[in-house]
């Protein structure tokens, strides 16, 4: 019988973990709505987790098979999706001011909305993949210093000004959004001395955010495997900062609602 | 002694939230300035391509106005988000009346650009340069409605920055249509 690859079983665990929570957030949001209570961070990252959770599968399905399909999904939802709709997530929370979380939101799904015919209408060049293949080394040319193409990746050259256009936006953005929006929180609450859980779980989105775009660092810890347990990693630490983050914003909501009630026992006595 | 000041004209000052209906059929001066102009510019697009030819030849004339709507539009979205910026982070005001009608101006021009587009695709089997020049276009024409649900729908006021973020997405995406659209 022949052995599973380490990378592979981390990228099944991965996937069930992914998918887990993303039914955990989103339950936990659906609850939300049913109370009356708003929460779009939490719809916006279990979409964020929902595209990690189509990222890792397409992830899976490229490894034995050449699809396509999976490809674009792979490329459009872990490539493009993910940093910025779990960015989006940690925004509402932040930005509370005015319509800004609102209007970046219009604008993700304007953008998410482009680039999901686009991706789907490339031609990609499937002789490029084998069976096994890291799908991040083999999805593009690679150069070397002088630009001559050295290898050969499944994007055509081409794409670089269509869909790839706007990978570096998309994770910038995303970054800023996620590992801005940890930072921010985490000396505005330290300074107060507030809400200890939720800079503690932004933080943790952050690294969690962060940890699979590390994955060429960790390969270079010794083992190709670590960037997928990096990739499990990030997933676990973002749902354990969602669900501190949450607890950390319902516990405010309630002291609130506690605060307005008092006045009014007050005045009934 | 009664105070012998006359009261100036009263500037007309739009009451924060909801000015008006936000989808109430109706044009003033300013948005009714701005539907002439683009009319006219149709117009003289049209007139431009005809005589240019030298005869009424439809798909030459929808090409033309086509390419010249485009150019039309970027620069009144530029225009739009120029006045959004000031409105909105200057004056700090909320969207007003005539400000809203000229977005729904906007969003029809880009309407009539993207109807065009079909025609001389499926009409006359024209194809643009890029395909995600559709992509594009497509987004062009979607790109306000997202802001102006934003805008009709806020309880925050003033809600000036959904048309700053949706005139300035909507130039990114009229430059990247302009660049793969034109062969």
């Avoid at chain 1, 099944?12 to 998918?19: D, L, R, S």
């Avoid at chain 1, 994007?155 to 790839?164: D, H, Q, W």
């Avoid at chain 1, 970054?175 to 001395?193: D, N, P």
């Avoid at chain 1, 990030?234 to 516990?251: K, N, P, Q, T, Y």
């Amino acid at each position: 019988m022949t052995e599973l690859p380490v990378s592979l079983i981390v990228s099944i665990i991965g996937t069930a973990v992914t998918g887990t929570f993303t039914f955990l957030v989103f339950r936990r949001w659906l609850e939300k709505r049913r109370e009356d209570k708003k929460a779009p961070h939490l719809l916006a990252w279990s979409i964020g987790l929902l595209m990690f959770f189509f990222g890792l599968l397409s992830q899976v399905v490229l490894y034995f098979t050449w699809s396509p399909f999976f490809f674009s999904l792979w490329y459009w939802s872990g490539g493009l999706m993910v940093a910025a709709w779990l960015g989006q997530g940690t925004l509402y929370l932040l930005a509370r001011k005015g319509n800004i979380a609102r209007n970046v939101q219009m604008v993700l799904i304007l953008v998410s909305l482009m680039t999901l015919p686009m991706t789907f209408m490339t031609q990609f060049r499937p002789e490029n993949w084998h069976p096994g293949a890291d799908m991040t080394e083999i999805y593009r040319d690679t150069t070397d210093v002088d630009g001559n193409v050295t290898t050969a990746g499944i994007f055509p050259a081409s794409s670089r000004g269509t869909v790839r256009f706007f990978s570096p936006i998309m994770n910038i953005w995303g970054t800023i959004t996620l590992v801005g929006g940890a930072i921010y929180s985490a000396v505005l609450f330290r300074r107060k001395q507030i809400m200890r859980d939720r800079m503690i779980g932004n933080l943790l989105i952050a690294a969690g955010g962060l940890f699979p775009a590390f994955g060429g660092a960790l390969i270079r810890l010794g083992d190709p495997s670590f960037k997928y347990f990096g990739e499990m990693a990030g997933a676990v630490l973002i749902f354990i900062g969602f669900m501190l983050a949450s607890r950390a914003v319902d516990e405010v909501r309630e002291s609130a609602q506690q605060r307005k009630v008092r006045p009014a026992e007050a005045a009934g006595d | 002694m009664e105070s012998s000041e006359q009261p100036s004209t009263p500037r007309r000052i739009y009451k924060q939230g909801e000015p008006e209906h936000p989808f109430e059929v109706k044009v003033t001066l300013i948005d009714g300035i701005l539907l002439a102009a683009t009319l006219i510019f149709l117009a003289i697009a049209a007139i431009d391509a005809i005589q240019r030819t030298g005869e009424f030849n439809v798909y030459l004339v929808t090409r033309a106005m086509h390419y010249q709507i485009s150019r039309y539009s970027l620069v009144v979205a530029l225009v739009m988000a120029v006045i959004a910026v000031f409105l909105g982070i200057i004056r700090k005001d909320d969207v007003t009346p005539w400000f809203r009608r000229g977005a729904y101006i906007v969003v029809g021009s880009l309407l009539l650009q993207a109807l065009l587009g079909i025609v001389l695709m499926f009409g006359f089997g024209a194809q643009p340069y890029q395909p995600e020049h559709l992509v594009y276009g497509i987004a062009a024409a979607a790109c306000l409605p997202f802001f102006v649900f934003v805008e009709t729908t806020a309880k925050k006021r003033p809600a000036m920055g959904s048309y700053i973020w949706g005139f300035i997405l909507l130039m990114g995406i009229i430059v990247r249509a302009i660049g793969t659209g034109a062969a």
